[in-house]
């Protein structure tokens, strides 16, 4: 923490007065490493007689906290899904229950027989970083654990927190993490439904006629599929958003290649469907595309150059109901994937007011960008 006062200077004493914490430490430009206490800063050169032990009603050294549920070592790590081939990266993770003499290492493999034991570095408070090199990182799957190693013999590895050297001939645990490493001009998946869950749909479609997950035809490979049996009550749209800014950002130096996304979806419909896809900026920037879907399952490419701009839902839908139901961006620029956050697809719109009594269906595979 930082501390900034005139009368107390940039390099000061902190010693702590509470029962049991010995923590004492010296600030530098107002900063330093502090621990759950109350304590006692002083200025550079000046010393305190402790005369008294309370200020009015108040104790000097009173402290009231919980106290820790565990001391154990806990790691919090999120893997990169997919990530650019020959090109080193870092990875982060929040540890938790470590002293400043202990080790954390991150233990990497892939399926070609390179190994690499990586020493990680505490880059603020709890955030540990380890800068993986590009000879790892060949087209493929990678696998790592990360491993505390508090004293001699004393180690926890995650994920899972098992006891035990990793390196131990006898340490038989198997959980890891896992990115997949994309090969040289390949494709970045934006949406897969077979593992993607966080869609933010509209409207709440939780009956199970109107909201399912479903297998295809093809091994392996599910959809997601909204219907609503009419379009007259309310906003008369049937719609979905997913996060994909993350997925972007771990391949952000190829995205200046990508020159169409692709979207697998289909229809129940006989006639067919007309679907928009957009993709929403960081900025609040909507551009889109609209594309017409029949009862075959089917890859439809849309140019990027061809996106325009226009406006987004605001979802989850505000409330009360009579707040806006979309934006459009006042100041939309040129279209620039590398601003992309979401991806929303939705259908309604050049829907004939007639047609909106009856049912509407449609399917979505996966979506990804081609070059």
């Given amino acids: 923490m ?201 409207p709440n479609l939780w009956r199970p006629e109107e909201r399912q997950l479903i297998t295809t035809e093809t091994p392996g490979q599910m959809a997601i599929r909204l219907s609503r049996p009419n379009l007259k009550e309310g906003e008369p749209i049937i719609a979905w958003q997913h996060f994909v800014g993350d997925k972007l950002q771990n391949r952000q130096t190829e995205l200046g290649d990508f020159k169409r996304i692709v979207v697998k979806a289909r229809t129940e419909k006989s006639a067919p469907l007309q679907m928009k896809v957009t993709l929403i900026t960081k900025d609040a920037a909507a551009y889109s595309a609209t594309v017409k879907l029949n009862q075959q399952q089917q890859d439809i490419e849309i140019p990027l150059e061809s996106l325009r701009p226009d406006s987004f839902i605001l979802l989850p839908r505000p409330y009360p109901g009579f707040h806006p139901f979309r934006f459009k961006s006042a100041s939309a620029g040129k279209f620039d994937l590398s601003q992309v956050e979401k991806i929303e697809i939705s259908i309604g719109e050049g829907i004939a007011p007639e047609a909106f009594g009856q049912a509407h269906t449609f399917e979505v595979t996966s979506i990804w960008l081609m070059r």
């Fill in 2 to 202: 930082q501390v900034r006062l005139r009368d107390l200077g940039e390099t000061f004493t902190v010693d702590a007065l509470n029962e049991g914490n010995r923590y004492s430490t010296k600030a530098s430009r107002g900063n330093f490493t502090i621990q759950p206490g109350t304590y006692l800063l002083t200025r550079s050169g000046k010393r305190y007689k402790q005369s008294q032990s309370s200020l009015h009603n108040l104790q000097l050294g009173e402290f009231v906290a919980p106290q820790p549920r565990s001391d154990a070592p806990t790691v919090f790590h999120q893997p990169k899904q997919e990530v650019t081939a020959n090109k080193s990266l870092s990875i982060n993770a929040v540890i938790a229950g470590i002293a400043s003499g202990d080790k954390v290492t991150l233990l990497m493999n892939n399926f070609s027989g390179v190994w690499k034991t990586i020493e990680m570095q505490e880059k603020n408070a709890y955030t540990w970083q380890a800068e993986v090199p590009a000879d790892i990182l060949t087209p493929g799957l990678v696998q790592y654990r990360i491993s505390v190693q508090k004293g001699q013999d004393d180690y926890t590895t995650f994920p899972g927190g098992q006891k035990g050297n990793p390196h131990a001939w006898d340490f038989y645990q198997q959980d890891y993490w896992q990115m997949r490493v994309a090969a040289e001009n390949s494709a970045l998946e934006l949406f897969n439904a077979a593992q993607d869950r966080n869609l933010v749909v509209f």
